[in-house]
Nanobody
Framework: QVPLVESGGDLVQPGGSLRLSCEAS????????IGWFRQAPGKEREGVSC????????AYGDSVRGRFTISRDNAKNTVYLQMNRLKPEDTAVYYC???????????????WGQGTQVTVSS
């Protein structure tokens, strides 16, 4: 197992910012990428962004490109998701996951965190 722990979720007003953190507290030798996903009530889990632990390559979903930025700190085993210009439709539980491919397909990730709630509302 590769325990992943998300933090940073909160209630924020539209137009505001949040930074989510995903800390991997276990061995990650076979992991190539960390992805952020979100799931709103009644909707399927959606890929938000992902990053290669190796070379820092990134990918973003269309709905967040230009507003969200993913980054990593390998010394701290932590991946961050900086979310700017938040919209009510960004409201969801955000999960991080670890896997062997840089992809936004949830089913290709092997290890998942417990999720952190992000609510965008005035």
């Amino acid at each position: 197992q590769v325990p992943l722990v998300e933090s940073g979720g909160d209630l924020v007003q539209p137009g505001g910012s949040l930074r989510l953190s995903c800390e991997a507290s276990g061995f990650i030798g076979n992991i190539y990428a960390i992805g952020w996903f979100r799931q709103a009530p009644g909707k399927e889990r959606e890929g938000v962004s992902c990053i290669s632990i190796d070379d820092g390559a990134t990918a973003y979903g269309d709905s967040v490109r230009g507003r969200f930025t993913i980054s990593r700190d390998n010394a701290k085993n932590t991946v961050y998701l900086q979310m700017n210009r938040l919209k009510p439709e960004d409201t969801a539980v955000y999960y991080c996951a670890a896997g062997g491919l840089l992809t936004e397909v949830p089913g290709l990730y092997h290890y998942w965190g417990q999720g952190t709630q992000v609510t965008v509302s005035s």
